[in-house]
């Protein structure tokens, strides 16, 4: 078993991979009584096309998180009652690239982590209970569907995207889930949900040594192929550049979309916090932009930008309640043109560089944001702990390189929601 030893962290990591595949993480925690561990699979809201056996499958939208649903079950009844009986606070998400199933405790950890691994492992469907769950989420979805937040992003998201499946809801539709039968639950469980697939990553005051026998004795011995996937080619172009819709709110409300250049592989890590760093300088709640806007009632406190990146996409979005949603796009743009041309403060690059450090550092004090940055990175090819490495080697020219290539009026689009 491989340990690293981050010396600016202050962390250690082992690491382990088993000759079925899975990728094992332990962080040590020692002194800690809560124990956290987080089991997922690559495999996400995004993947509904991917060749099986040499024959291309495509399958309906929602299925990943379907299936995330139905994993909870088991002949013996319910892994989520099991869990909660010995202690521990179980749950599960899934992303648009993961299906990740967690829990905590600071009992029984081992027997926990033995229920963990066993029912995300052996999957067990009937077509009585899969038609009973398409109830469930068809009224979940219908709740989402009627919630403003909602319906601005996916609507953002379909507006950047002409053919990625980054388009599609993570939860599917009520149309396109009622196509989901058990037969093709585990299709998609046979394919995804194999060690070689998954990464199990645990954070607390545990043996490493326990935990990787413990998975090397209750896992599958062989892992499976790589799956090929196809989210899409998705050109340059926007698919529409505005889009509008009436809800019962009080007040209007926009997002601003950029589509970004995807990221190159293996440089997710330094894209991340290039497009992170970027945000924060053009949008962050201390910039010239932000203040100006305040200022003139543009927008209010709900106003906020972030930085995404998901399987061969990246975007950039900003927005909030505003009254006049196409002048804060145009001041978006003329701020960011500024920067390009007469270059970024330095004492205020330092500010937003010091501040965006201290917040990964932050994050390490959160078990589940540990065991999630390790898997997503592993899924794509970084090492999240290096970050210290990459803020060294980040300049204001990067940021100006980003800002010049993707916030432009060809890379924008407009999503509204205004009132009924």
């Given at each position: 078993m491989k340990q690293s030893f981050y010396e600016r962290l202050g962390e250690s990591v082992y690491r382990e991979t088993l000759p079925n595949g899975l990728q094992i993480y332990v962080v040590p925690k020692p002194g800690y009584a809560k124990k956290y561990a987080f089991f997922a699979t690559r495999y996400g809201g995004m993947d509904t096309r991917f060749c099986l056996n040499g024959k291309w499958l495509d399958t309906p939208a929602g299925i990943a998180h379907y299936l995330e649903h139905k994993m909870f079950d088991t002949k013996e009844g319910n892994a989520l009652q099991e869990l909660a009986k010995n202690g521990a606070e179980p749950n599960a998400f899934t992303s648009n690239a993961m299906t990740g199933y967690y829990f905590d405790s600071t009992d029984h950890f081992e027997e926990n982590l033995e229920i963990l691994l066993s029912f995300v492992s052996i999957p067990y469907f009937t077509e009585e209970s899969v038609a009973k769950?398409?109830?469930?989420?068809?009224?979940?979805?219908?709740?989402?569907?009627?919630?403003?937040?909602?319906?601005?992003?996916?609507?953002?998201?379909?507006?950047?995207?002409?053919?990625?499946?980054?388009?599609?809801s993570i939860a599917g539709t009520v149309e396109s889930i009622s196509h989901i039968t058990a037969e093709t639950l585990y299709d998609c469980h046979k394919a995804f949900y194999t060690p070689s697939n998954?990464?199990?990553?645990?954070?607390?005051?545990?043996?490493?040594?326990?935990?990787?026998?413990?998975?090397?004795?209750?896992?599958?011995?062989?892992?499976?192929?790589?799956?090929?996937?196809?989210?899409?080619?998705?050109?340059?172009?926007?698919?529409?550049?505005?889009?509008?819709?009436?809800?019962?709110?009080?007040?209007?409300?926009?997002?601003?979309?950029?589509?970004?250049?995807?990221?190159?592989?293996?440089?997710?890590?330094?894209?991340?916090?290039?497009?992170?760093?970027?945000?924060?300088?053009?949008?962050?709640?201390?910039?010239?932009?932000?203040?100006?806007?305040?200022?003139?009632?543009?927008?209010?406190?709900?106003?906020?930008?972030?930085?995404?990146?998901?399987?061969?996409?990246?975007?950039?979005?900003?927005?909030?309640?505003?009254?006049?949603?196409?002048?804060?796009?145009?001041?978006?743009?003329?701020?960011?043109?500024?920067?390009?041309?007469?270059?970024?403060?330095?004492?205020?690059?330092?500010?937003?560089?010091?501040?965006?450090?201290?917040?990964?550092?932050?994050?390490?004090?959160?078990?589940?944001?540990?065991?999630?940055?390790?898997?997503?990175?592993y899924f794509n090819g970084y090492d999240p702990f290096r970050f210290p490495q990459v803020f060294d080697e980040v300049t204001k020219e990067d940021i100006r390189d980003f800002l010049r290539e993707n916030i432009t009026e060809e890379r924008c689009v407009l999503s509204e929601i205004v009132p009924r």
């Amino acid at each position: 078993m491989k340990q690293s030893f981050y010396e600016r962290l202050g962390e250690s990591v082992y690491r382990e991979t088993l000759p079925n595949g899975l990728q094992i993480y332990v962080v040590p925690k020692p002194g800690y009584a809560k124990k956290y561990a987080f089991f997922a699979t690559r495999y996400g809201g995004m993947d509904t096309r991917f060749c099986l056996n040499g024959k291309w499958l495509d399958t309906p939208a929602g299925i990943a998180h379907y299936l995330e649903h139905k994993m909870f079950d088991t002949k013996e009844g319910n892994a989520l009652q099991e869990l909660a009986k010995n202690g521990a606070e179980p749950n599960a998400f899934t992303s648009n690239a993961m299906t990740g199933y967690y829990f905590d405790s600071t009992d029984h950890f081992e027997e926990n982590l033995e229920i963990l691994l066993s029912f995300v492992s052996i999957p067990y469907f009937t077509e009585e209970s899969v038609a009973k769950e398409q109830g469930i989420i068809g009224q979940e979805i219908r709740m989402v569907e009627d919630n403003p937040d909602w319906q601005i992003y996916v609507r953002m998201m379909r507006a950047l995207y002409q053919n990625s499946t980054a388009r599609t809801s993570i939860a599917g539709t009520v149309e396109s889930i009622s196509h989901i039968t058990a037969e093709t639950l585990y299709d998609c469980h046979k394919a995804f949900y194999t060690p070689s697939n998954m990464v199990l990553t645990v954070v607390g005051d545990v043996d490493p040594i326990h935990v990787v026998d413990l998975a090397r004795r209750v896992l599958p011995r062989e892992g499976g192929p790589v799956i090929p996937r196809d989210h899409g080619t998705e050109p340059p172009e926007v698919a529409e550049k505005e889009t509008s819709l009436a809800m019962e709110v009080s007040c209007p409300q926009f997002l601003t979309g950029f589509k970004c250049a995807p990221a190159r592989e293996g440089d997710c890590l330094r894209a991340n916090v290039v497009g992170d760093m970027a945000c924060d300088i053009l949008l962050g709640d201390s910039s010239p932009l932000y203040l100006r806007l305040y200022d003139e009632g543009l927008i209010n406190t709900s106003f906020g930008g972030a930085f995404e990146t998901m399987p061969g996409v990246a975007y950039l979005y900003a927005g909030g309640d505003s009254k006049d949603a196409r002048k804060v796009r145009e001041e978006i743009l003329k701020e960011s043109a500024r920067l390009v041309r007469e270059g970024i403060d330095e004492e205020f690059y330092q500010q937003v560089r010091k501040a965006a450090f201290g917040a990964n550092l932050r994050g390490l004090n959160s078990f589940e944001n540990i065991a999630v940055s390790l898997t997503e990175g592993y899924f794509n090819g970084y090492d999240p702990f290096r970050f210290p490495q990459v803020f060294d080697e980040v300049t204001k020219e990067d940021i100006r390189d980003f800002l010049r290539e993707n916030i432009t009026e060809e890379r924008c689009v407009l999503s509204e929601i205004v009132p009924r």
